[in-house]
């Protein structure tokens, strides 16, 4: 059986993990990387997710690839519909309620939901304007957005997605959601070098490697990567969860691959 | 031969094309729809085409499916690396050399190019500033171009198209090219909806219907249409241009696809 | 004696004070109006205004005038160079050192110097930018902090005052301070009906009504008011503290004056 | 008589002055510097004045304090609300009728006109939005106007005095409208140091150094300068203008000032 339970987890510098006491119950105490297994294995409902989550302590191991331990808030979401966010801030874990459903990096969730309240003048209609008798016609279609930001900031891709998402137009199939979806995660796509570190080195840019859409009613995870344009799904009706089965890993990173028109 | 310019054509409402005076010479006047078959016949470098406009009386016809002589001006490149925009401002034909390459539609090219002028302080490394005495760190990757404008008007667009590509890291292969392209492509997609017009009908939303990237040294034409996420590629080099050939018209609208991964 | 504390009230919708239990030591309970006589009446420093706020309980009365209990937050500063504020959400006080020093109305304080964050490429000095070869040049003085906001909000206020005092000249004499301190708050001016609510009446519009600066070296307080360009200053050290003093009011509202040349 | 013609002369470098080929007409060739004279003497309304510059050939002399030709575009309002920019691009002079009334330093006015369609989305009015079904009040008071430019640049400036005197409540009497001219000002106040050029020196950095305003219909002259709150008057209804007058300058710089109080 699958939950249908989203599990993301996103990059929040500063956070801080709870401390376990050398006396607490063991079976209260998970580490984060244990997390996802133990919430899809036992929950497919976020309400009962958050009830669970208060009794368990949530640790951070250090990371060998990384050198540290990753700073992470996780992002959820049901079949139901729900979206929740937990977040560890000076050790202490705190649960919300994300009736906008977004999650970006950087800062916590509230402050995010806050800066929100900056961009309630934005509308997806076109404007014009009426200035010392004269009348200025916007510059297009787009106009009624104008002060969006453009930027690769997580408020920035934040504040875009929830925004556009809001102004888009409702869908009506499976594939219209999944292109709507595909075409606003367009809207943040960050192309290599645009978001550079001074220095050199791997870690000297960033880059949108890949972008994933999960279904969580038809149990489909879509995915693409950087190199390659088309569209990639997993359907999870299809993977057999039983005791002892073999599962090969997924190659997220596709080859450059074009169709010839003749 | 396959002469490897590149003809754009893009809005720009307030275009007025040319008077054709009735003692005109006949072969000296030309209409806006037949000028790409003209110039790509005729020349191959943009300095040729601009002496052989410059001898030309252009003007527009009105057209039955839109209603009106459409406004345009025009982008063109070549396969020497220039860059020129055509436009009809009041009347007159101005041709201008286009050394940024860029074009959306409104206003008129010096315009955009002046605009730029706004963007100079924007980066795409990483900032962080001290104020007061203390340090505050940008919000992650991206915080040097915080600014940047995120709208869907075309001054919004070339801005954005112009220093994310500037910004954006040198590419060594063609593959790498075009996907770098598809990604600066994807930084102005506009998704269904997000740019309304008040009321309703068939104009009342602008979205990114395709995009199409032109490679005209290789001599291919790349495109991607709203409802599909693969690319697809036209090799001229496969197409025989030779009198009578019959060429079939390209659909361009692609239906959904996606490769299953099991 | 003067204790040199500058303290402030700004708006801060959404505040809760705390509540006050039947068996509370009144002499540890305080409304909100009696804070500032008591902290300016024992105390000299922030650190100790501190303790003393820790051990008291603050409650909020009903303003007949407003109608309501005002929603404030607390800005205070006293002559060894603090910052500090207080805020009650959630039926709790937080105290925050500010060592920026700058307090507008919503939201809270930490939201406010975390926004900073997004401000952190902007710079004072005039700029230009190689685009694809083309030098372009800034549009003059101030091309360094293109990006900053220049609306009227809360938010804007605290990022443009912030950021202009720290690109501004380091000043040598008292008047050269008074005089940057009031440049400063005119970066900030809102002229009447420029920020409007719907429907008419009182409180139909906003405007910056006066504008104080506060001396707590020289115990000087400085004020203008909309209607009259003069600066005014009411010199503490010329007012006697003495029990038994009366004091007249002082007329905030200076008529329009101004100075003949000839 | 005094003609109620105001004339203003603002920076905008890349300005190009007419040629003066050497069997011109004296009569019709004037030096830029002549020009105010020539034109509060000779006029009353703005059309008289375009058609006299139609005539003339107007060219710059290099100034020796500032050690070039200074480039500048001049703004000129009669007494009946009329409004005029002339501008010298590539030895041509270019006279507009400028509705908006507003001027700045560079670009051109036509550029700046253009880019008010940028900001047709903007509003006096507060605001607040639903996303994905939950209410988001703005911050405030101009949350209607959030992402107007806040920058010193001179288009940033245009934009702002454009849209706030736009967004202004009418005033009633002549104090009134001095009082809101002087808050518009405000908000396009540039303390010292906050826009800076690298190096040191007399010109490395810009400020308000004055404001003037100017009142064409009762024929007096308000001014502000940097060091002085005080706003002074010169009323040239009491100037004599009579041959053989002698006529002190005004000094412009006015020392601090501050009222007591008490």
Redesign the interface.
Known sequence: MICGIVFDAL?L?GTEYEEVSPDSDPSKVIELFDLPAWILGNFDALESVKKGLEEMTIWGESNELLGEIPPLHLSLHDKYGGSMVVEFIDGEMKIYDN???VLT???ELP?HL????????????????E????T?????????????????????KFV?I?????????VETE?EG???A???L??V??????????GSGPAA????QWVTIKDNKNLKL?F?S??????????LN??SFSNGTNHES?IVDKE???????
């Open positions: 990059w510098p009736p906008n459903g990096n950087a800062p402050w806050e800066n929100l309240r900056n961009y309630v003048n934005l509308s997806a209609y076109m404007k014009e304007a200035i010392n008798g004269i200025y016609k916007g510059m297009g279609f787009g106009s009624g957005y104008v002060g969006i930001p453009g930027d690769g900031t997580p408020p920035s875009r929830t925004l556009l998402r809001e102004f888009s137009n409702a594939e999944i292109m709507l595909l075409h606003l367009n809207t796509d960050i192309p290599a070098g645009v978001s550079k570190r001074e840019f960033e880059n949108t879509y693409r950087y190199d390659c344009s088309s569209l990639f799904v997993v359907d299809k993977v997924i450059f691959s074009v169709i010839d028109v003749f």
